[in-house]
């Protein structure tokens, strides 16, 4: 993808140099969030492009306690282009006026 795309060529050597790491550090500590004591609401895109669906279900099925507004009406950029609505269904989920 970066040959095809002249606007990518000047990146390709650092994301070559991502792509081919493999001693990344764990992302965050599974243990701990399995501990988790504070409330956390999250909003997962089904049609997310940037993070799968399955993958951002399964880290969140890490987090104890942690409750989902799920939804295949809103995308990765929901939170900054619609913000009241996300917020209004986060809020949702913290007064359980909603599953």
Same mark, same amino acid.
């Given at each position: 993808?970066?040959?095809?795309y ?7 050597? +650092?994301?070559?140099? *991502? ?7 764990? *992302?965050?500590d599974?243990?701990?969030?399995a501990?988790?004591?504070v ?21 969140? +099925? ?15 950029? +929901? ?12 809020? +949702? ?7």
């Amino acid at each position: 993808m970066f040959d095809s795309y002249d606007e990518l060529n000047e990146i390709k050597e +650092a994301a070559d140099i *991502l792509a081919t790491t493999k001693d990344w550090p764990a *992302l965050y500590d599974e243990a701990q969030l399995a501990k988790n004591e504070v409330p956390v609401y999250a909003a997962t895109y089904i049609d997310d492009m940037y993070v799968h669906f399955s993958h951002a279900s399964n880290t969140a +099925a890490k987090i104890k306690g942690i409750k989902q507004f799920i939804t295949n009406t809103m995308y990765h950029n +929901a939170l900054r282009a619609k913000s009241d609505e996300v917020m209004q269904q986060l809020f +949702a989920l913290r007064d359980d006026s909603i599953d």
